[in-house]
């Protein structure tokens, strides 16, 4: 063996086995050198090389290097970071990171990047370690790990057999491959009878559900990664018949999975309870309707008669009655409304109006309701349009009732009827300068009973029905309802009538 070639195996030996796995690189972060043995950090890849660091260092890695070679760049002396996780192989390891600017040449040209596992006595366990081999100390984590991997996967096997949720894994032609054991409490089947049947041909979906499922799955295959949400029924061994919520994701790529994930719990206690409150609600806003129809009309009969008697001191209190059984009035035909939409039976009548009259008389109506706000109308000519007036009044009372409600301390309501950029519908705009409401809150106000809660609006009295009910009615006219606001910057509420 040649001097020269005697030197460089030694040499090599111990770079490879007593030098902490190391790169040294230059100003641009290419890779100019390899020292020890980089391989449980960097790509597979030693000795002279030049190649931008971040395309070599593991991608778990890689952001805790970066953070310290923009550390030492700036403040022009070495950084450490212990124990800094990554995976190697299914391993949970743990490195000390250290970056060294190398200051005989010229300043920032370059540095050396060390790595060490954590432990100092790994480390020394390499040094004696001749092998080239994986280090003791990744061996030491890879064992730890092992047992980690062990117990992780007796809790996910824990968690699958008592998780409410089911879940199956199938392939595109729908063979199932993998089936939670906590199918057998929800459906009565055990895994074993599941895996390797098809979920279509052999299907535990209800027959009249199966387009459902069909179409979600159809989503799922569509657009892989995404997940997509369904309800439909599944039929137990025992012939029961469940509500199931249902969510897929198309995971058939992912070389982990390789199949679409399906994932069912059984809700059918909760539709059950919350059809009977539903039910509930209905019977009792029906139920009240009546006595307090019969209260109002005595109301008024009274009043007319403590008028003519000259009692003007009880007539005013009878008023102020009547005030109250107005708004329970309105309460309950909320309610009805709802369940009305809940049941599919809000039904319009439609026939040709006249929009801007109908705006100006609630408009002038509203005005009525309140001293300190002034309702300023901005009109623009709209010809005839087909609409129900009775339920488009309803969706400009709640517009406008509203922006008096959350604007106690504005005092300027702005209408606007305008028609769209392109002709084809009618927009009315109600602007007032109150309280707002915040961006991610803004996507929630159209829902049933949603109501912000914050210190702000827990003054204000409501059951979060009006926008839910006016959206019902617009989009029933095929139109749309949308608001521009943000918070304490007032809130403008749009919706839009087709011509
Ligand atoms: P309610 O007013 O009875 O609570 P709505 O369905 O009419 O129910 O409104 C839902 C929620 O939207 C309200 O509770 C309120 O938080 C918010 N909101 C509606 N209109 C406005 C407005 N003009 N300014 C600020 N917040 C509003």
């Given at each position: ?61 890689l952001h805790e290097v970066e953070l310290l070679i923009s550390k030492v760049q700036k403040e022009k002396k070495p950084f450490k970071k ?174 982990n999975v390789r199949g679409i994930i399906k994932s069912y719990r059984d809700v059918t206690e909760q539709r059950l309870i919350q059809r ?32 003519t008697k000259n009692d003007s001191e009880s007539a005013g209190i009878l008023l102020k009655m009547e005030n109250q059984i107005d708004r ?172």
């Amino acid at each position: 063996m040649k001097q020269s070639s005697l030197e460089k195996e030694i040499e090599s030996l111990l770079l490879q086995n007593y030098v902490p796995a190391t790169v040294l690189v230059d100003k641009n972060l290419q890779v100019i050198k390899f020292y020890g043995n980089t391989s449980d950090y960097l790509l597979p890849s030693q000795g002279d090389a030049e190649m931008p660091l971040k395309d070599l260092v593991r991608a778990d890695l890689l952001h805790e290097v970066e953070l310290l070679i923009s550390k030492v760049q700036k403040e022009k002396k070495p950084f450490k970071k212990e124990n800094v996780e990554f995976h190697s192989s299914e391993i949970v390891a743990k490195v000390n990171i250290a970056v060294v600017p190398v200051t005989s040449t010229l300043p920032d040209s370059y540095f050396l990047i060390m790595f060490q596992p954590s432990d100092a006595q790994k480390y020394d366990a390499i040094s004696t370690n001749t092998s080239n081999d994986i280090s003791n100390s990744t061996q030491r984590n890879k064992k730890i790990s092992e047992q980690e991997i062990e117990e992780r996967e007796e809790k996910f096997r824990a968690l699958m057999q008592n998780a409410f949720d089911v879940i199956t894994i199938f392939n595109y032609d729908g063979t199932i491959t993998y089936q939670s054991e906590s199918i057998e409490k929800v459906l009565g089947y055990t895994a074993a009878e599941r895996v390797g049947k098809n979920i279509f041909k052999n299907s535990t979906v209800l027959p009249e559900d199966r387009s459902i499922e069909k179409r979600l799955f159809q989503k799922c295959i569509d657009n892989p990664y995404n997940i997509f949400r369904s309800e439909f029924r599944m039929v137990a061994k025992d012939g029961t018949i469940k509500i199931m919520e249902v969510s897929c994701v198309n995971l058939a790529n992912n070389s982990n999975v390789r199949g679409i994930i399906k994932s069912y719990r059984d809700v059918t206690e909760q539709r059950l309870i919350q059809r009977q409150k539903e039910d509930f609600i209905g019977v009792a806003s029906h139920e009240l309707k009546t006595p307090v129809t019969s209260i109002k009309a005595y109301t008024q009969i009274l009043h007319e008669t403590l008028v003519t008697k000259n009692d003007s001191e009880s007539a005013g209190i009878l008023l102020k009655m009547e005030n109250q059984i107005d708004r329970l009035t309105n309460l309950i035909n909320d309610l009805l409304d709802v369940t009305k939409i809940n049941e599919g039976k809000l039904k319009l009548k439609k026939e040709p109006i006249n929009l801007n009259e109908l705006v100006e008389q609630i408009a002038d109506d509203m005005q009525m309701t309140t001293k300190r706000h002034t309702i300023i109308m901005n009109q623009q000519a709209i010809p005839t349009i087909i609409a129900d007036p009775e339920k488009i009044s309803q969706v400009l009372i709640n517009f406008i009732s509203n922006a008096i409600k959350y604007s106690p301390t504005s005092n300027q309501i702005i209408i606007n009827t305008f028609l769209s950029e392109n002709d084809k519908s009618v927009i009315v705009s109600v602007q007032d300068f109150g309280i707002g409401i915040s961006k991610e809150m803004q996507k929630n106000i159209f829902k049933r009973f949603f109501r912000l809660k914050d210190e702000a609006t827990r003054t204000y009295p409501g059951l979060g029905l009006g926008l839910f009910i006016s959206a019902e009615i617009v989009k029933r006219h095929k139109g749309k309802i949308w608001v521009e606001s943000a918070s304490n910057k007032g809130a403008k509420f749009y919706f839009s009538l087709p011509m």
